[in-house]
């Protein structure tokens, strides 16, 4: 039986972000209003996300993203090539590395794991 529209539960947008070596995470939720990329919502919440462009191109933010509720942007060509340049396979699936600089939030729930 489906359920009524008026009765769904809402997924609240949020990010789990997992520092391997220090073993701890930060988990921030977001307004997809308020925040555009992974990128502007690490830094506004001085998680220690690296980067240098901010534009898709050097590749140093580059994160292990695992889609916990919503769907994955696509990846373009020029993230992809990027990605593979950094030695980290690229893909279109809910569990893949990807620029946190160009990967916009919109309104899903994520595991996001910081390289050293
Ligand atoms: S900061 Fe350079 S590719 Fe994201």
New binding site residues.
């Given amino acids: 039986m489906l359920e009524p529209e008026a009765t769904k539960t809402a997924i609240e947008p949020c990010v789990h972000f997992i520092e391997p070596d220090a073993g701890q995470a930060l988990c921030v939720r977001y307004r997809v209003d308020a925040t555009s990329t992974l990128?502007e919502l690490a830094r506004a919440h001085a998680v220690p996300l690296h980067?240098?462009?901010?534009?898709?191109?050097?590749?140093?933010?580059?994160v292990h993203v695992t889609v916990l509720e919503g769907v994955a942007p696509p990846i373009n060509a020029k993230e992809a090539n990027?990605l593979r340049r950094e030695g980290k396979a690229p893909g279109n699936s809910a569990d893949s590395w990807r620029?946190?600089?160009?990967y916009p939030l919109g309104g899903q729930c994520l595991r996001v794991t910081l390289t050293a």
């Fill in positions: 990128l980067w240098r462009c901010g534009l898709g191109t050097c590749g140093t933010c580059a990027v620029l946190a600089c160009g």
